[in-house]
Every structure is written in C-alpha cells, then in structure tokens.
C-alpha cells in the first residue's frame, strides 16, 4: 500500500509563503498527485492536483495564481508552494494520490490513499 508523507506546514501571516513537500513511497507517473485541504467546519477541496506524466496541472479557483503544484526531481517530492497566503487558506493539508491511472482533476473522489497532514495557520 503507497505511503504518502507531508512536511513543510507551520504558521504564517497574511501574505506571507510556504512550500509543502510530499514523499511518496512508490513513485508511478501515471498516478494523480493532489493536494487536498480541511479547514474547521469545512468541506474536504482539492486545492491542486499534477499529472506527472505529462506535467498536466489543475488548480481550484481559491488558490488560482497563487499556489503551484510541482515535482522536486532532485528531492523526488511532490510539492505545493504556496503565496500570498490568506486566513481563508488555513487548514490541514493532505498530499495525496489517484486511484486509477490515467485519471487526474480536482475531483475529490479520484484519490484514494491520503497522508496524515500537515497543519497550514494563516494569521490576519
């Protein structure tokens, strides 16, 4: 079974940046890599997801323009660099990977095997 791993979370303030990273435990370019938020009393979203096969990226309208979704070859993560942050943008974040190859977007239900989160705590 793939193990997802996250790091990269913390506190910051309104504007301010941080990076994500993603270690998956079995490497397959034909899956989905997503990044999936919760915030309290929110629903699940998937932020942004990565095709890495062929570079393919989605992103949700909330963090349009401001997060980006990439692999670090040299790290052999999966990452979500993340600016300009907003309070609306705190949440644990989840790494996470398709269920099907192939099949990649920002439906939640293409996911399958998820992290155990990283706590993202955007001040005002």
């Known amino acids: 079974q793939v193990q997802l791993v996250e790091s990269g979370g913390g506190s910051v303030q309104a504007g301010g940046s941080l990076r994500l990273s993603c270690t998956v435990s079995?490497?397959?370019?034909?899956?989905?890599m997503g990044w999936i938020r919760q915030g309290d009393g929110k629903e699940r979203e998937v932020v942004a997801s990565f095709y890495p096969y062929n570079g393919d990226t989605y992103y949700a309208d909330s963090v349009k323009g401001r997060f980006t979704i990439s692999r670090d070859n040299a790290k052999q993560t999966f990452d979500l660099e993340m600016n300009n942050l907003e309070p609306e943008d705190t949440a644990m974040y989840y790494c996470?990977?398709?269920?099907?190859?192939?099949?990649?977007?920002?439906?939640?239900?293409?996911?399958?095997?998820w992290g155990q989160g990283t706590q993202v705590t955007v001040s005002s």
């Open positions: 079995e490497y397959d370019p034909y899956y989905c």
């Open positions: 996470a990977r398709g269920r099907k190859r192939g099949h990649c977007g920002l439906p939640i239900h293409i996911f399958n095997s």
